[in-house]
């Protein structure tokens, strides 16, 4: 049974950081893409960055130069290093990976 657990959630200032972690289980972790998608309060859910497993990494857009993605195979754990949080980063943080879905953590930038 495909399981994602996320981790590190919290409220930080603006200019803040947070590192954010998914731990995998129940399926061959090394062997596909993983990555991170948000959902804010009345938005669609959207890419944050993705890991696609030999074919490099994607970011979105909003998320550039800030953030970065980062997977560790041996531990079946997926990070997500924030830097210089906005508010606009507030969101629900969900960890994605084999078609399946954390069940989010909660980001919160505010000051």
């Known amino acids: 049974q495909v399981q994602l657990v996320e981790s590190g959630g919290g409220l930080v200032q603006p200019g803040g950081s947070l590192t954010l972690s998914c731990t995998a289980s129940?399926?061959?972790?090394?062997?596909?893409?993983t990555g991170w998608y948000r959902q804010s309060s009345g938005q669609e859910r959207e890419l944050v960055a993705y890991?696609?497993?030999?074919?490099?990494?994607v970011y979105g857009d909003s998320v550039k130069g800030r953030f970065t993605i980062r997977r560790d195979n041996t531990n079946n754990k997926v990070y997500l290093q924030m830097n210089n949080l906005k508010p606009d980063d507030t969101a629900v943080y969900y960890c994605?990976?084999?078609?399946?879905w954390g069940q989010g953590t909660q980001v919160t930038v505010s000051s």
């Open positions: 890991d696609r497993l030999g074919g490099g990494t």
């Open positions: 994605r990976a084999q078609g399946a």
């Open positions: 129940g399926f061959t972790f090394s062997s596909g893409g």
